[in-house]
C-alpha cells in the first residue's frame, strides 16, 4: 500500500498532556494550513486593521525571491497552480479553493526560502542577498527573525517540500548555475538547525515530505555515509522492521515485527526459566556518573542516533553517543519531532523517542550532564547544566519509545555492570591511577611493599 500523502500532526492527547503548549503553536509566522490566519500570533496594527505581523511581510518576501528572476508574480503563482492536487493531498480535508491555497503556497514558501537563504549565508553576500539580508532586518527584526527559527521545526506548521523546490527550480533555473541550489539550501539550512554550522553534505535515503521530516532523516541516520550513497535504516532486520512494512507495500504496518516479538519473548521464556537469567535481563543500571564509577566512558563519535555503540574491554568501556548542541529550539525540535514520530501514519520507527527515553535513564542529576559536557556530547550553548537537564526531563515520551531501539547497547552496559572483576578494576584505576600523584604514591607503595616482601624472604632464606 503506497503511503498515504497527508501530514502528520501533533496527537491531541500529546498536546492536552503537555504543560508548554507554546512548543507546538507557532509564536510568529504561519507556514501551511494548520495554523493559517492563526489571530495569537505577533500582531501588527495597519490603519483600522490588525494582521499578524509576518503575513504582512510576506507579500514583500514574494517580490524578494522574483526579484532579479526571468518571471512575473502570476508565472509562479501558476506553476504551483498545476501541482495544487498533490500539494491538497498533505492538508486532508481542510478546504481552501485552488485559486487562495496556491497563493497561500506562494507566499509562505518564498518568506521560507528567503529566511533560509538569509541565515545561512557562508560567503561574503552579493547585492540581492544584502537587499533580502537588510528587508528582513527592517521589516522583522532579530526578535522576529529568532522567533522563526522556532516556528519553522513545528510540526503543524509545515508546507510540502515540493513547493519550495519547484520555485528554487524556476527562479534559479535548472542548468548548470541553478543545478541542485534546492538541495544546498536544504543542506545548509539542515545542518544549521542541527549543528549550528555547516558540517556534513547530506544524502537523503527518500525525498521528505517537508522540513521536520527531512530534519528526522538526518538525525536519526546520519544522512550521509562513507560512499556518498544514501543511507539505510538499521533499526532491526528487514521483515520485523515496521518502516520496512510500510515502505515495502505491506498493508500489516508492525504486525509481522510484533509477532515476531511476542514469539522471541516466549521462546527466551522456555529456554530461560532460570531467575538468575532474568535478573541479569533488567537495565537496572542508572546515571552517567554511577557509570563512570563502574568503569564506562562516555564519548562523542557518531553522527546518527542509530550508530550509538558501546565497546567493552578488561579494564574499562567506551560508550558513544552523539554529540547534541543544545540551543533555546533544542527542546522544541525534539518535541516535535516526537510528536512526528507518534502521529498517525507516520513513517518513522520512534528512533527520537527511544533516544530520549534512553538519555533521560542516563540523565539523573545536572552533575550528570557536566559530564557529557566535559566530554564534548554535549556543546551547550544554554548557559547552566541544569537548563540541559530540565531540557531532558521535561520531555514526555509518554512510555511510546521502540523497546527494540537500544536494546543490544543496554544489554551491553548491564552486562558491565554486573561485571564484579570490572567494577573492581574500575575502582582501583579511578582511586589510584587518576592523577599522576595517586598512581605515583600507588607505585611507591607497591615498590616498598615488593622490597619488604623480598627482604622477609631473605630472611628466611639467608642462602
Known sequence: MERIKKFEQVPSVVVQLEKNKDDYIPQAVSLGLFHHGYPKLNLLEVGMEIYPWLEVFKPIAVELFISGGPYNKSFYHNKIAGIIGEIRNCYGDLYCSDDCLAEIMLRDASLMIIYMETSTVTEHPDELMMKKINAMMDHLGILTLA?????????????????????????????????????????????????????????????????????????????????????????????????????????????????????????????????NSFINSIHSFRSVTELKAKGIHFRPGPTSLMDVSFKSNFFYSTLHLREWILTPNTKVLFKNLVAYELSPGSPANREVTSYITFMKSLIDRPEDVKELREKKIFINKLGSDQEVFNIYKDINTHGADNPMIFHAVKDKIQEHYNSNIKTWMAELIHNYFRSPWTMTAFLAAAALLAISAAQLYYAVHPN
Open 147 to 275: 522567533f522563526m527559527a522556532h516556528d519553522m521545526v513545528l510540526l503543524d506548521n509545515q508546507i510540502p517540500l515540493v513547493v519550495v523546490k519547484v520555485l528554487m527550480d524556476l527562479r534559479y533555473g535548472e542548468g548548470r548555475e541553478g543545478e541542485g541550489q534546492y538541495e544546498k539550501l536544504l543542506n545548509r539550512f539542515i545542518n544549521m538547525v542541527i549543528f549550528g554550522e555547516y558540517r556534513q553534505q547530506i544524502v537523503l535515503s527518500r525525498k521528505p515530505m517537508h522540513l521536520l521530516e527531512a530534519i528526522h532523516m538526518v538525525v536519526v541516520f546520519g544522512g550521509e555515509d562513507e560512499s556518498g550513497a544514501a543511507p539505510t535504516p538499521t533499526c532491526c532486520k528487514l521483515l520485523c522492521c515496521p518502516r520496512a512494512d510500510l515502505e515495502s507495500g505491506a498493508t500489516t504496518h508492525g504486525i509481522i515485527h510484533r509477532l515476531l516479538k511476542s514469539l522471541a519473548c516466549k521462546t527466551q521464556g522456555a529456554a530461560k526459566n532460570d531467575y
